[in-house]
C-alpha cells in the first residue's frame, strides 16, 4: 500500500480555509490517512480564500482546496500570468448544484419580474450560491442588482466565500419576518431550513432556480507532480465505506471524491464577469506574480 | 433480467414533512445499483429530492409521469455504498455485541471490545465506533449470573426514607444515650460513603457490556446515598451537629477507597466490610433505644445482605474459573492490615457508644451486661467473615486467620 518513491520526500502541503473549527479535525484525519498510504502530507489553514490563492502562487502550498470564486481567481491569475490552473478532483456533492430564489407564500410575486423595486436577501457579499450565481440569474433576466431591486447583504465571514451557512440562515430568516421580500440560497441549504424551521411549512414558494452548477475542487498550478498524481489516486480510491475515513468524509459533506471538472463553472464565471467581482483583486495578484 | 423499477407515490406529502422516509425505506429495500420511481405533486419535491439524493450518493433522473399516475416521477438509482437491509440497515462489518439475554450462549463475552462502547448490549456495533477506554473489561472481574436478580431484588425492596421511617414517634432518651446514638450515626455515615464512593468509582470503568453488574453496582450506591440520608437525619434530631470522626476510622476507609482492582475491593468492601456491618446494623436494631434508630438500622441491613449476597456471587464464580485468586485476596487481606497496624482501629468513643446502647444505662449490672453483648457482637462479627471466607473455598484455619486481620474499623 506504501508507496516507498514518496515516503521521506518533502510533504505535500495543502491549503484550505478555516471556516469552522472542524476544519482541522478533517484534515487532521486526512493527514493520518495519506500518511498511512505512504504519501507525506500537511496542510496550511487561511482565515480567507484570497490569502490562499495568493500563497499558492508563491508556491506556499502544491494544492489549493479553493471555493469555486477561489477556482476562478487562480484560474484568471494562471491565465494572465502564463501558468495553467488545473481542478484535480472534487466532491460529489460539488457537481450539478443549483441555487434558488424564494418568496413568501401568500404574496404576489410570481414572476421575476415582480420582483422589480423589491428587497432581496442575500448571504455573504462573495458567496457564490448566495448572492453571485442568483444575483446573476436576476441580472440576466433584465433586473440588475441594485437598480431594479434593493439587494440587503448578510454578509457573514467575508473572505470565506459563502462556506459558512449564517449568511443563508439570516437572508432567509430575513424574508420570514418580512423584513425582505425574497431570499437566495443553494437548494440543499432550503431543505435543511424546512427540515429544521428556520421556513416553516408553507411558508415560502420557490421563485426561481439557476441553472446548475459545481462548487469546490482542489486546485493545482502547472504540471502535475508524482505527489500530486498520488493524493488524486488515493482522494479517488477514498470508499464511504471504510469506517477509517466515513467520519471526515461526513464532515467534509461527501460520499466520494470525483475527478475534477471545470464545465460547471459557467455561471459564476458570467456572474463575476458582470459584476467585476474579482477584477481588482486577480490584476494585483497577477501583477506581482506575473 | 432487468426487474421493473419500485414505485412510491408520495402524493401531495412534501419530502421535509415525511416524503423522505418512504423513499429512504424503498431504496435500503434495494441493491446497490437497483431503481426506485418516485412519483408526487408536492411543489419542491423535485428541488428537495434532487439535493437529498446528492447528499446521500444516490442518482436520480426524470422518469416518466404517466408511468406513476401522479405530476411528475422520477427515477432514483440507489447509491453503491449505502447501508440496507441486506446488512442489517448497518454497515457491512457491523458486528453484534453478545446478545441482550445475558442467559444465551455466548451472550456476555470474556473481552468485549473497547469499540463497543456504549451500545446495548446485543445492538449491531458498527466499525469505527471510538475506543471509551473502560478499564474493567473482563468478564472474570465483574460478572456474576446472580447480578441481574439481585438487580431486580434491589429495585423491588427500594424503601423510601420519607415514610419507612417513624420520624416523628415520640421519645426522649438521657443526654447520655442521645449522644451514643449520634456518635454511632456519625460513624456510620462515614463508612457509608466509603460504600457509595467506591462502587460509583467502578461504574465509570466498567465496559457497559457487563450491564446487570453496572445496575447493581447504580442502585447498590443509591441504597448508601439512603443510608447516609437516614443514618444523616436520626443523628440531627436531636442534635445540631454529628459527633467524632477519627483519623484511624478514615485511614481504614482510605484503604478500602484506594483499592484499584474491583474483585479485591469487592472483597474487602462487600465480602469482609459489610459482612460485618450487616451483623453490626443488626446489633443495632436489637439494642436500639428509641423506634426510628432501630427502623434505619433495620432498613440499611436489608440492602447490605444484598451488597455481600453479590460480594460472594461474583467471587465465587472467578475463584471457580482462577483458584489461584484465592491467594490474592489472602494478601489483599494481609496487605490491608500491615498498612492499618499503626492507626488506632476502632474509634473508641464508637465502642463505648455501644456499649452503653448494649447496656441501656450506667447501671453497673446494666454495664457488665453490655460488655459481654459487646463481646458476643464482636464473636458473631468473627463468625460471620470466617463464614463467608468458608463460603469462597477457604480453609476453617485460613478463614479463622485471615478473620482476625480484619480491621479493627469493621468495615
Known amino acids: ?290 | 433480467m432487468r426487474l421493473e423499477p419500485v414505485r412510491i407515490d408520495l402524493g401531495d406529502l412534501g419530502f421535509d414533512e415525511g416524503g423522505h422516509l418512504l423513499v429512504k425505506r424503498a431504496l435500503r429495500r434495494l441493491s446497490p445499483g437497483a431503481e426506485v420511481e418516485v412519483g408526487g405533486t408536492g411543489p419542491d419535491l423535485e428541488l428537495h429530492l434532487a439535493t437529498w439524493c446528492r447528499a446521500q450518493g444516490h442518482r436520480v433522473r426524470p422518469g416518466s409521469p404517466a408511468a406513476s399516475g401522479a405530476l411528475a416521477a422520477w427515477i432514483v438509482t440507489r447509491a453503491a455504498d449505502a447501508p440496507g437491509e441486506a446488512d442489517g440497515l448497518g454497515w457491512p462489518g457491523a458486528a453484534r455485541a453478545g446478545h441482550a439475554d445475558a442467559s444465551r450462549p455466548g451472550a456476555v463475552v470474556e473481552h468485549p471490545p473497547a469499540t463497543w462502547g456504549l451500545a446495548a448490549r446485543g445492538a449491531r456495533v458498527e466499525p469505527g465506533s471510538p475506543d471509551f477506554g473502560f478499564t474493567l473489561a473482563d468478564r472474570i472481574e465483574v460478572w456474576s449470573d446472580d447480578a441481574a436478580r439481585l438487580y431486580a431484588q434491589a429495585v423491588a425492596a427500594q424503601w423510601d426514607p420519607a415514610t419507612a421511617v417513624p420520624w416523628s414517634a415520640s421519645f426522649e432518651l438521657p443526654d447520655d444515650v442521645e449522644d451514643a446514638v449520634v456518635q454511632v450515626m456519625t460513624y456510620l455515615i462515614e463508612n457509608e460513603t466509603a460504600a457509595l464512593v467506591i462502587p460509583s468509582r467502578f461504574i465509570a470503568r466498567l465496559h457497559p457490556h457487563f450491564r446487570e453488574v453496572m445496575q447493581l453496582l447504580a442502585v447498590q450506591a443509591a441504597d448508601e446515598a439512603r443510608h447516609i440520608e437516614v443514618f444523616t437525619r436520626r443523628a440531627l434530631l436531636k442534635r445540631a451537629e454529628p459527633g467524632l470522626s477519627t483519623a484511624g476510622g478514615q485511614a481504614s476507609l482510605l484503604t478500602l477507597v484506594q483499592e484499584p482492582d474491583f474483585p479485591i475491593a469487592s472483597f474487602l468492601l462487600s465480602v469482609l466490610g459489610e459482612g460485618t456491618f450487616l451483623i453490626l446494623l443488626r446489633f443495632l436494631e436489637e439494642h436500639a433505644p428509641d423506634p426510628v434508630t432501630a427502623a434505619v438500622s433495620r432498613l440499611a441491613a436489608q440492602d447490605e445482605a444484598r451488597h455481600v449476597a453479590f460480594g460472594l456471587a461474583h467471587l465465587r464464580r472467578h475463584l471457580a474459573e482462577d483458584p489461584g485468586f484465592r491467594a490474592r485476596l489472602a494478601s489483599a487481606v494481609l496487605r490491608r492490615h500491615d498498612a492499618l497496624r499503626h492507626t488506632a482501629g476502632l474509634n473508641a468513643e464508637v465502642f463505648d457508644a455501644l456499649h452503653l446502647l448494649a447496656a441501656g444505662s450506667f447501671a453497673s449490672s446494666a454495664l457488665r451486661q453490655g460488655h459481654r453483648k459487646v463481646q458476643a457482637l464482636l464473636a458473631a462479627m468473627d463468625q460471620g467473615r470466617k463464614g463467608n471466607l468458608e463460603r469462597l473455598g477457604f480453609s476453617p484455619t485460613e478463614a479463622a486467620d485471615l478473620s482476625s486481620l480484619h480491621t479493627r474499623n469493621f468495615m
Request: proline share 5%; glycine share 8%; with cysteine.
Open chain 1, 1 to 290: 500500500m506504501n508507496d516507498t518513491k514518496l515516503s521521506g520526500s518533502a510533504p505535500l502541503v495543502l491549503g484550505a480555509v478555516a471556516y469552522d473549527p472542524k476544519v482541522v479535525t478533517i484534515w487532521d484525519g486526512f493527514k493520518a490517512w495519506f500518511e498511512d498510504r505512504g504519501l507525506p502530507f500537511d496542510y496550511v489553514l487561511f482565515s480567507n480564500y484570497e490569502r490562499q490563492v495568493e500563497a499558492q502562487f508563491e508556491a506556499v502550498i502544491d494544492v489549493a482546496w479553493n471555493s469555486p470564486l477561489a477556482w476562478l481567481q487562480a484560474e484568471r491569475i494562471a491565465a494572465a500570468t502564463g501558468h495553467r490552473a488545473e481542478a484535480i478532483a472534487m466532491r460529489d456533492s460539488d457537481q450539478d448544484l443549483t441555487s434558488i430564489i424564494v418568496v413568501r407564500a401568500d404574496t404576489d410575486i410570481t414572476a421575476i419580474e415582480r420582483l422589480r423595486g423589491k428587497r432581496v436577501a442575500v448571504g455573504a457579499s462573495d458567496s457564490p450560491q448566495a448572492t453571485l450565481i442568483p444575483l446573476g440569474h436576476l441580472a440576466a433576466a433584465g433586473l440588475e442588482p441594485g437598480t431594479a431591486f434593493e439587494v440587503l447583504v448578510f454578509d457573514r465571514l467575508p473572505g470565506k466565500h459563502g462556506d459558512h451557512i449564517g449568511g443563508e440562515r439570516d437572508a432567509v430568516r430575513a424574508l420570514v419576518r418580512g423584513d425582505a421580500d425574497a431570499a437566495c440560497l443553494i437548494d440543499s441549504n432550503h431543505l435543511l431550513f424546512s427540515q429544521d424551521g428556520t421556513l416553516p411549512a408553507g411558508a415560502a414558494r420557490v421563485l426561481a432556480r439557476t441553472a446548475p452548477y459545481d462548487h469546490c475542487n482542489f486546485t493545482i498550478l502547472g504540471a502535475s507532480t508524482p505527489k500530486t498524481d498520488r493524493f488524486r489516486e488515493l482522494l479517488l480510491g477514498m470508499r464511504y465505506a471504510d469506517p477509517d475515513v466515513r467520519a471526515l468524509l461526513d464532515l467534509e459533506g461527501l460520499k466520494e471524491w470525483r475527478p475534477g471538472r471545470t464545465s460547471g463553472y459557467a455561471p459564476l464565471a458570467a456572474a463575476v464577469d458582470r459584476f467585476g467581482t474579482i477584477d481588482t483583486f486577480v490584476a494585483r495578484v497577477a501583477a506581482r506574480c506575473g
